[in-house]
């Protein structure tokens, strides 16, 4: 049997309308993080509210938390959570090849988008009344094609690219020690060895890519990420630092 961090909660739930609204719900009553898995949610959400269907099967979850630190620096956790997944895939799968993270929040397999990582948090000014993360793998099934967004890179299972099948509650397992490794490193020494280890496993690092916001769109090298999670291009303009975006490869 896995082990268990020290100092996380874990609740598992059959059914509920989304972990990230059940996060909303018991945060204020917690002593301590902890993880909320689903089997079945009823109104999951993507990025920007959108909503997600998640196959039976996969995996979806949300660690709730009531972090100390300024908005931005809470935010940087994205970077935390998503080095936290690829070491679970490692953990359970053995492997690390075709594994890749894809600013800011998603982790990739061979090419294709196995995992998608959502921040929500409440809270104004300097203090934050909790963060939730929540993360969604496709363990075994893709979603279908008519649920995800234009453009989108295409969705991957770790089934169906590795062979293995992994329940949601292994996964869980796996991802809250890994998430507390980080964690644990995140505060005491801060982001910059966190930036340093997601660099490491980042997709697409020296090549060109494309950023697109509301507003605009910047094509041009992808240099690295800087001190505040900013993805950083070289383009024709001269290096640009970008907060927030969908990338394109």
């Known amino acids: 049997?896995?082990?268990?961090?020290?100092?996380?909660?874990?609740?598992?739930?059959?059914?509920?309308?989304?972990?990230?609204?059940?996060?909303?719900?018991?945060?204020?009553?917690?002593?301590?993080?902890?993880?909320?898995?689903?089997?079945?949610q009823t109104k999951g959400r993507g990025r920007r509210g959108r909503a997600w269907k998640e196959p039976q099967g996969n995996f979806a979850a949300?660690?709730?938390?009531?972090?100390?630190?300024?908005?931005?620096?809470?935010?940087?956790?994205?970077?935390?959570?998503?080095?936290?997944?690829?070491?679970?895939?490692?953990?359970?799968?053995?492997?690390?090849?075709g594994l890749a993270l894809k600013w800011p929040n998603d982790v990739l397999l061979n090419?294709?988008?196995?995992?998608?990582?959502?921040?929500?948090?409440?809270?104004?000014?300097?203090?934050?009344s909790h963060l939730a993360i929540g993360i969604g793998v496709n363990l075994v099934e893709t979603p279908m094609k008519e649920w995800l967004d234009p453009g989108a890179v295409w969705p991957v299972s770790l089934l169906s690219e590795t062979g293995v099948q992994v329940?949601?509650?292994d996964f869980l397992n796996a991802l809250a020690l890994a998430y507390?490794?980080?964690?644990?490193?995140?505060?005491?020494?801060?982001?910059?060895?966190?930036?340093?280890?997601?660099?490491?496993?980042?997709?697409?690092?020296g090549e060109v890519i494309t950023a697109r916001t509301n507003k605009s769109e910047t094509t041009g090298t992808?240099?690295?990420?800087?001190?505040?999670?900013?993805l950083v291009l070289n383009s024709a303009k001269g290096r640009v630092c970008i907060p927030a975006a969908e990338i394109f490869f």
């Open 1 to 40: 049997m896995m082990d268990w961090p020290e100092g996380y909660g874990k609740r598992i739930l059959d059914e509920v309308d989304s972990t990230l609204d059940e996060a909303a719900r018991i945060a204020a009553d917690l002593s301590g993080p902890e993880w909320i898995l689903a089997k079945r």
């Open 62 to 97: 949300t660690l709730v938390m009531r972090p100390t630190e300024p908005p931005q620096v809470v935010a940087l956790r994205s970077f935390v959570a998503a080095l936290a997944v690829y070491d679970a895939c490692e953990a359970l799968t053995g492997r690390t090849e």
């Open 111 to 128: 090419g294709g988008k196995l995992s998608g990582i959502l921040l929500e948090s409440a809270g104004a000014g300097q203090g934050l």
């Open 167 to 169: 329940t949601p509650e």
């Open 180 to 205: 507390a490794r980080y964690e644990h490193q995140f505060t005491t020494y801060g982001f910059d060895p966190i930036r340093t280890a997601w660099l490491a496993r980042a997709a697409k690092l």
């Open 222 to 230: 992808f240099e690295t990420v800087d001190a505040e999670g900013n």
